[in-house]
């Protein structure tokens, strides 16, 4: 069943960094800035984010770059201990979605001191300042799967 959190792990931070690699460099996003993909709601906008969700903890400290990532790695262990007897496949899968999440982002930091962030959704005229990437995407719903679907491994004492 461990296979199952593995899979699902290095399948998001594949898909997380091949996303990044074709957006940011082969499609040149870092020096265009923005492209259009759906002109009033997709485009990508480059964003180098250095501290974490909407920008909190940015001041682009050396130090804070390393205790993020250090965060992460931790996140990962911590996950992945919690899941060691779970029996779900669901859960699993969305556990492992978190540690891939996490831990495309820790690469991010390792590689470019930054997290790349290039998706933008605006929608009904509301402009949205904010970007994200596939990784935040699996952080998220894998977070919400792991809460709906993991099971309580604390089993009730029996009557006395």
């Known amino acids: 069943m461990q296979k199952l ?14 996303t990044k ?21 997709i485009h990508f906008h480059m964003a180098w984010n250095s501290g974490i969700n909407f920008g909190l903890f940015s001041d682009n400290g050396l130090a804070t770059r390393w205790i993020l990532i250090a965060i992460a790695l931790g996140i990962c262990g911590v996950v992945t201990y919690w899941m060691r007897r779970e029996t779900r496949p669901i859960a699993l899968i969305s556990a492992g979605i978190v ?6 982002n820790a690469i991010d930091r ?3 001191g ?4 290039f998706l933008n959704i605006t929608c009904c005229g509301l402009q949205n300042p904010f970007a994200f ?27 006395t």
Do not use: C, H
């Open 21 to 41: 690699y074709l957006v940011v460099f082969y499609m040149n996003l870092i020096e265009r800035g923005q492209i259009s993909v759906w002109p009033g709601f």
């Open 5 to 18: 959190l593995l899979i699902s792990a290095a399948s998001v931070l594949t898909l997380d960094q091949v």
């Open 110 to 112: 390792v590689l470019y």
């Open 114 to 117: 930054s997290v790349a962030d």
């Open 99 to 104: 540690i891939g999440g996490a831990l495309g």
């Open 133 to 159: 990437n596939v990784a935040d995407i699996a952080i998220f719903a894998g977070l919400l799967g792991v809460m709906l679907f993991a099971s309580d491994t604390e089993k009730p004492n029996p009557p």
